[in-house]
């Protein structure tokens, strides 16, 4: 039989972080594998097309579309050549070479197409440069010619459940808040510019916009309101990809939404690195292949990187597991039987269940996929 | 491996999705043609293992495991089957495949005119099995660098270009295509591949069109879709996105060209080769169909009607953000947490809704454990059927622009060419299929959902499918139609329930509307405002006579008029909805929930 593996999140204080940094388009690398770099050390770099122009020629000056191409050559242009912001790219003689009118182009550029059915023009403006930075700091350890780099550092990992905002990089500061405390204005500290704020629960929308007024580059928090989620974004989110709004600070959410403290064990690993240099990304895909938010920090000790990888792992008997769906979602537990057969559990669905042992010491029946493995 | 159908006796069948790949074993068996057995193991087209042919050999020893039978021979480089000698229990006679992992086949389709030409590519296209990503047009609504913007970060594996009547002005469409330049989407698939792109509009503009994309993108032409304003010529463009499908797309997908070269039948989008099932069986029988897949991410609607000239007309529709998991947050949002609500027999805050489905949302794999959490992902799917069958109808329609005669009736009726050719009431089948459907811990939890969310007029039959087999079916048609329809019947659909649901004036709320009989024998009475269900006579075979209880009630046959018809009862029976069209809520809360408990009570189902 095919083997299933339980999700799980991992929160890991020693562990090898490979990161690929790839070029949306063919560019050039700027490091070579060997070379030591910080998270902010630009890497790749490109160009990017610029954006093409149609300009309706025929219509504004009010001629034929097949009289275009004569009007750009009549100025000694024609595709490919370039033109300057406010050049005359089409002029067009009336009535005995009386009462010419002429076209000056809005846009920089160079011209790529005259279309003879509708007397457009398009002009294609010039590239800007792309760069790609390494975001986390490490060693080079592979290098794709004109498309990518790998990187690899030592340090701690931690995935949360579901996050918004892109890659930021700031010092990581430990909220003095418990992890089942909702988190409060009073909490956010005014002196947070440039720091990835970590700790508490259910933090309102007002909590949130002020950390961000403050300048924190990043939050760190338990769970979230579906209101304040809302309220931050600005629209209701339908599906679970994220990474590209544009946010002052990325938001990332450990255990899900509603009011869930933050794992122990996050806030463990996190606040073993209080005042390093972290990177963190929102981005979230809930898909095959999946994507889940990150905070990285590379401290270089090696200890243990192996053997804290949870990766791909199996349920079994004594595995701490988090459980994910109602009645006990939000709970900690750990696994005490592994029935092989199906079971028909209280919605009257028959499926393949487990037996575990809450922290208050009731066994409680679940179905497997309801758990996920605490690293 | 062969494929002619008149040798063949054990066939493999694959439908690779998103999440899953699923194989089934046909087998040819002293009964006929049954699926025997089934296997699955999660799809690995994306990283770390990037290459399709993993999830699908593991599918493979698990139906070997469980089937007894020697499936695979060891051959890593080659094809990996034993090939079957006559009766032996061992091997395999063909394999055939279905795909929708990496999210299924994505296009672009643009036309000139929204309800035209652009409407005729989207048909095209869905009809194909694809998603729609966007659809362009002239008059969509949106300023051309809102849609420049827009289309420059679609990742799309095909883009379809219509518009214009054949000897047409041209302009129109080459400005379609001088958007698709400016914007310059990225394939999917493949670095070096250039986008591939389908011209189906004037053919007078097809030189200059191929000419502005050259840069871009690898053009092909075929015949207008759009020849003429009263024609529509979908096949041609269909066929080529069929093509460009194992071309341009298959071919670049992790593992795929490798899959390809296991089977001699091409490898067929799975929404498409469920259509091609639903649409050959509809016609064979004469039946007008409607078929749901709700899945986690999108819920794909197909339907097959006849048109006002009696001519069956195939539709299928994909709702790309309506799921019961990785979307079931836009479910929430389009329908709104008070319209899920409604369909509760009990009390649950807003914020306990919301927190719950977002939950869902980001941890899809999880199950309802309690009856209340099942009932809410039922009270979602309702909603996920409502929408998408809304979006449906928007498209199954006439044909838009053409010149019509029409009579004075058509002028009182305010018809315009452009209804829905869907018509509730003379609806024959319903086929829902998804893990919501399709394994609903009881089957009148199913009957109910797709009643409640169809809203159902008239006498329906109401059916799933078992286990996701239509897509191996829809493929394995292609080369054994036969064989495919006998298993689609005996191991594939499962007969449910019919439902009547009479059309009433409100004076007869509380009053008795009709009078059912099977077999000559009154069997029960529909009442106004009354749900009621008869499990007495599930599984049988008889006359069904539903007689109106005035002249002013419609059982599906016209006002008045008896409804008689032989019929094979469900697995649950039969169910007399007297809850008249369109369904009707309480304002208040206390009321709703009452309401739905008294429902669920009358199906017999838990509270």
């Given at each position: 039989m095919t083997s299933?593996?339980?999700?799980?999140?991992?929160?890991?204080?020693?562990?090898?972080?490979?990161?690929?940094?790839?070029?949306?388009?063919?560019?050039?690398?700027?490091?070579?594998?060997?070379?030591?770099?910080?998270?902010?050390?630009?890497?790749?770099?490109?160009?990017?097309?610029?954006?093409?122009?149609?300009?309706?020629?025929?219509?504004?000056?009010?001629?034929?579309?097949?009289?275009?191409?004569?009007?750009?050559?009549?100025?000694?242009?024609?595709?490919?050549?370039?033109?300057?912001?406010?050049?005359?790219?089409?002029?067009?003689?009336?009535?005995?070479?009386?009462?010419?009118?002429?076209?000056?182009?809005?846009?920089?550029?160079?011209?790529?197409?005259?279309?003879?059915?509708?007397?457009?023009?398009?002009?294609?403006?010039?590239?800007?440069?792309?760069?790609?930075?390494?975001?986390?700091?490490?060693?080079?350890?592979?290098?794709?010619?004109?498309?990518?780099?790998?990187?690899?550092?030592?340090?701690?990992?931690?995935?949360?459940?579901?996050?918004?905002?892109?890659?930021?990089?700031?010092?990581?500061?430990?909220?003095?808040?418990?992890?089942?405390?909702?988190?409060?204005?009073?909490?956010?500290?005014?002196?947070?510019?440039?720091?990835?704020?970590?700790?508490?629960?259910?933090?309102?929308?007002?909590?949130?916009?002020?950390a961000a007024k403050a300048g924190a580059l990043g939050?760190?928090?338990g769970s979230i309101d579906d209101s304040a989620l809302r309220q931050y974004l600005g629209y209701d989110l339908g599906v679970a990809i994220t990474g590209d709004e544009d946010l002052p600070m990325t938001l990332i959410v450990t255990e899900g939404f509603g009011r869930l403290p933050m794992s122990p064990k996050i806030s463990e690993v996190l606040g073993a690195y209080e005042g390093k240099l972290a990177s963190i990304n929102g981005a979230t895909q809930v898909r095959a292949g999946a994507i889940r938010p990150e905070i990285l920090v590379v401290h270089d000790d090696k200890r243990g990187a192996a053997s804290q990888n949870h990766e791909g792992r199996g349920l079994e008997v004594g595995l701490k597991v988090r459980l994910i769906r109602v009645p006990y979602f939000g709970m900690y537990a750990t696994i005490t039987e592994l029935p092989h057969e199906s079971e028909v559990i209280e919605s009257g669905a028959k499926t393949r269940i487990l037996k575990a042992k809450l922290d208050n010491g009731s066994i409680v029946t679940v179905p497997r996929a309801n758990v996920e493995i605490v690293s | 491996m062969k494929a002619d159908k008149n040798s063949i006796r054990t066939v493999l069948?694959?439908?690779?999705?998103?999440?899953?790949?699923?194989?089934?074993?046909?087998?040819?068996?002293?009964?006929?043609?049954?699926?025997?057995?089934?296997?699955?193991?999660?799809?690995?087209?994306?990283?770390?293992?990037?290459?399709?042919?993993?999830?699908?050999?593991?599918?493979?020893?698990?139906?070997?495991?469980?089937?007894?039978?020697?499936?695979?021979?060891?051959?890593t480089k080659d094809v990996p089957f034993?090939?079957?000698?006559?009766?032996?229990?061992?091997?395999?006679?063909?394999?055939?495949?279905?795909?929708?992992?990496?999210?299924?086949?994505?296009?672009?389709?643009?036309?000139?005119?929204?309800?035209?030409?652009?409407?005729?590519?989207?048909?095209?296209?869905?009809?194909?099995?694809?998603?729609?990503?966007?659809?362009?047009?002239?008059?969509?609504?949106?300023?051309?660098?809102e849609k420049i913007e827009r289309v420059r970060h679609l990742k799309p594996d095909i883009v379809l270009i219509t518009g214009g009547v054949d000897g047409g002005t041209k302009s129109h469409v080459v400005e379609v295509a001088e958007m698709l330049l400016a914007a310059s989407p990225k394939p999917r698939f493949g670095d070096t591949l250039r986008l591939p792109v389908i011209y189906a509009g004037n053919k007078e503009a097809r030189e200059e069109v191929e000419r502005i994309l050259a840069p871009i993108a690898h053009v092909e032409s075929?015949?207008?879709?759009?020849?003429?304003?009263?024609?529509?010529?979908?096949?041609?463009?269909?066929?080529?996105?069929?093509?460009?499908?194992?071309?341009?797309?298959?071919?670049?997908?992790?593992?795929?060209?490798?899959?390809?070269?296991?089977?001699?039948?091409?490898?067929?989008?799975?929404?498409?080769?469920?259509?091609?099932?639903?649409?050959?069986?509809?016609?064979?029988?004469?039946?007008?169909?409607?078929?749901?897949?709700?899945?986690?991410?999108?819920?794909?609607?197909?339907?097959?009607?006849?048109?006002?000239?009696?001519?069956?007309?195939?539709?299928?529709?994909?709702?790309?953000?309506?799921?019961?998991?990785?979307?079931?947050?836009?479910?929430?949002?389009?329908?709104?947490?008070?319209?899920i609500k409604r369909w509760l027999p009990f009390g649950l805050s807003n914020t306990e809704i919301n927190d719950r489905l977002r939950n869902k949302m980001i941890r899809p794999t999880s199950i309802p454990q309690t009856i209340e959490d099942l009932y809410l992902e039922q009270a979602v799917c309702r909603e996920a059927l409502r929408l998408s069958l809304n979006h449906h109808r928007s498209l199954a329609v006439g044909l838009s622009g053409q010149k019509q005669k029409r009579g004075i009736a058509d002028i009182f009726a305010q018809a315009t060419g452009h209804e829905s050719l869907i018509n509730m009431q003379q609806l024959d089948l319903v086929i829902g299929s998804g893990g919501v459907l399709s394994h609903a811990p009881d089957r009148r939890q199913a009957a109910l959902m797709m009643l409640d969310a169809y809203q159902l007029e008239g006498l329906t039959q109401i059916?799933?499918?078992?286990?996701?087999?239509?897509?191996?079916?829809?493929?394995?048609?292609?080369?054994?139609?036969?064989?495919?329809?006998?298993?689609?019947?005996?191991?594939?659909?499962?007969?449910?329930?019919?439902?009547?649901?009479?059309?009433?004036?409100?004076?007869?709320?509380?009053?008795?509307?009709?009078?059912?009989?099977?077999?000559?024998?009154?069997v029960g009475e529909i009442w106004g405002g009354d749900l009621a269900i008869i499990e007495q006579i599930a599984g049988r075979t008889g006359k069904l006579e539903i007689i109106p209880s005035s002249s002013n009630v419609d059982v599906g046959a016209g006002l008045g008029e008896i409804l008689i018809k032989d019929i094979e009862l469900g697995a649950v029976g039969l169910i007399l909805d007297g809850r008249n069209r369109p369904l009707m809520f309480p304002d208040n809360l206390e009321n709703s929930i009452s309401k739905q408990q008294k429902i669920y009570a009358a199906m017999g189902l838990k509270v």
């Amino acid at each position: 039989m095919t083997s299933a593996f339980a999700p799980g999140l991992k929160a890991l204080q020693f562990t090898a972080m490979e990161k690929t940094r790839e070029l949306p388009l063919k560019g050039e690398v700027i490091v070579a594998e060997g070379d030591i770099v910080n998270s902010d050390t630009v890497v790749l770099m490109a160009d990017l097309p610029g954006n093409l122009n149609i300009l309706r020629v025929a219509e504004r000056l009010g001629i034929e579309p097949s009289e275009v191409a004569a009007g750009v050559a009549r100025k000694g242009l024609k595709i490919d050549s370039k033109v300057a912001k406010g050049d005359i790219i089409c002029e067009h003689s009336g009535l005995f070479g009386l009462f010419k009118s002429k076209y000056e182009s809005p846009f920089a550029g160079r011209i790529e197409y005259i279309s003879e059915s509708n007397g457009h023009i398009g002009v294609r403006e010039p590239a800007t440069p792309l760069v790609v930075r390494a975001y986390i700091a490490g060693t080079v350890t592979k290098v794709v010619p004109h498309k990518s780099v790998t990187i690899l550092g030592h340090g701690a990992l931690v995935q949360g459940i579901f996050g918004v905002g892109g890659e930021k990089n700031g010092q990581l500061r430990m909220l003095n808040v418990s992890n089942d405390k909702e988190l409060t204005i009073s909490d956010i500290p005014s002196d947070c510019g440039q720091k990835i704020l970590v700790g508490g629960m259910s933090p309102s929308i007002d909590v949130i916009k002020a950390a961000a007024k403050a300048g924190a580059l990043g939050l760190v928090v338990g769970s979230i309101d579906d209101s304040a989620l809302r309220q931050y974004l600005g629209y209701d989110l339908g599906v679970a990809i994220t990474g590209d709004e544009d946010l002052p600070m990325t938001l990332i959410v450990t255990e899900g939404f509603g009011r869930l403290p933050m794992s122990p064990k996050i806030s463990e690993v996190l606040g073993a690195y209080e005042g390093k240099l972290a990177s963190i990304n929102g981005a979230t895909q809930v898909r095959a292949g999946a994507i889940r938010p990150e905070i990285l920090v590379v401290h270089d000790d090696k200890r243990g990187a192996a053997s804290q990888n949870h990766e791909g792992r199996g349920l079994e008997v004594g595995l701490k597991v988090r459980l994910i769906r109602v009645p006990y979602f939000g709970m900690y537990a750990t696994i005490t039987e592994l029935p092989h057969e199906s079971e028909v559990i209280e919605s009257g669905a028959k499926t393949r269940i487990l037996k575990a042992k809450l922290d208050n010491g009731s066994i409680v029946t679940v179905p497997r996929a309801n758990v996920e493995i605490v690293s | 491996m062969k494929a002619d159908k008149n040798s063949i006796r054990t066939v493999l069948a694959t439908d690779c999705g998103s999440t899953t790949t699923k194989a089934v074993l046909f087998e040819k068996t002293s009964e006929g043609w049954r699926q025997t057995y089934r296997g699955e193991a999660p799809t690995t087209v994306e990283e770390p293992v990037a290459d399709v042919t993993v999830g699908a050999l593991n599918s493979f020893t698990e139906i070997q495991e469980v089937s007894g039978r020697k499936i695979l021979s060891g051959n890593t480089k080659d094809v990996p089957f034993v090939q079957s000698k006559g009766a032996d229990k061992n091997g395999i006679d063909l394999y055939i495949s279905t795909s929708s992992a990496g999210g299924g086949l994505q296009m672009i389709v643009g036309g000139v005119v929204r309800e035209m030409t652009a409407q005729s590519a989207e048909r095209a296209a869905l009809g194909a099995g694809a998603i729609v990503l966007d659809t362009l047009s002239a008059d969509d609504g949106r300023e051309e660098y809102e849609k420049i913007e827009r289309v420059r970060h679609l990742k799309p594996d095909i883009v379809l270009i219509t518009g214009g009547v054949d000897g047409g002005t041209k302009s129109h469409v080459v400005e379609v295509a001088e958007m698709l330049l400016a914007a310059s989407p990225k394939p999917r698939f493949g670095d070096t591949l250039r986008l591939p792109v389908i011209y189906a509009g004037n053919k007078e503009a097809r030189e200059e069109v191929e000419r502005i994309l050259a840069p871009i993108a690898h053009v092909e032409s075929v015949e207008n879709i759009r020849p003429t304003l009263e024609v529509e010529n979908l096949k041609p463009a269909r066929d080529l996105i069929h093509d460009f499908f194992l071309k341009h797309v298959m071919s670049h997908a992790p593992g795929y060209g490798r899959l390809i070269s296991w089977t001699p039948v091409p490898v067929m989008p799975t929404p498409g080769a469920v259509g091609k099932m639903i649409n050959d069986f509809a016609i064979r029988r004469g039946l007008n169909v409607l078929a749901a897949d709700i899945g986690g991410a999108t819920t794909d609607v197909f339907s097959v009607s006849k048109d006002p000239k009696g001519e069956m007309i195939f539709n299928r529709t994909v709702s790309a953000n309506l799921g019961m998991s990785y979307s079931v947050a836009n479910v929430l949002i389009e329908a709104g947490t008070n319209n899920i609500k409604r369909w509760l027999p009990f009390g649950l805050s807003n914020t306990e809704i919301n927190d719950r489905l977002r939950n869902k949302m980001i941890r899809p794999t999880s199950i309802p454990q309690t009856i209340e959490d099942l009932y809410l992902e039922q009270a979602v799917c309702r909603e996920a059927l409502r929408l998408s069958l809304n979006h449906h109808r928007s498209l199954a329609v006439g044909l838009s622009g053409q010149k019509q005669k029409r009579g004075i009736a058509d002028i009182f009726a305010q018809a315009t060419g452009h209804e829905s050719l869907i018509n509730m009431q003379q609806l024959d089948l319903v086929i829902g299929s998804g893990g919501v459907l399709s394994h609903a811990p009881d089957r009148r939890q199913a009957a109910l959902m797709m009643l409640d969310a169809y809203q159902l007029e008239g006498l329906t039959q109401i059916a799933v499918d078992s286990i996701f087999m239509l897509p191996h079916l829809g493929v394995f048609s292609t080369i054994h139609p036969e064989a495919a329809e006998e298993i689609l019947m005996r191991d594939c659909l499962i007969n449910v329930a019919h439902s009547i649901a009479p059309k009433f004036p409100e004076k007869l709320i509380n009053k008795k509307v009709a009078t059912v009989k099977f077999n000559s024998t009154e069997v029960g009475e529909i009442w106004g405002g009354d749900l009621a269900i008869i499990e007495q006579i599930a599984g049988r075979t008889g006359k069904l006579e539903i007689i109106p209880s005035s002249s002013n009630v419609d059982v599906g046959a016209g006002l008045g008029e008896i409804l008689i018809k032989d019929i094979e009862l469900g697995a649950v029976g039969l169910i007399l909805d007297g809850r008249n069209r369109p369904l009707m809520f309480p304002d208040n809360l206390e009321n709703s929930i009452s309401k739905q408990q008294k429902i669920y009570a009358a199906m017999g189902l838990k509270v």
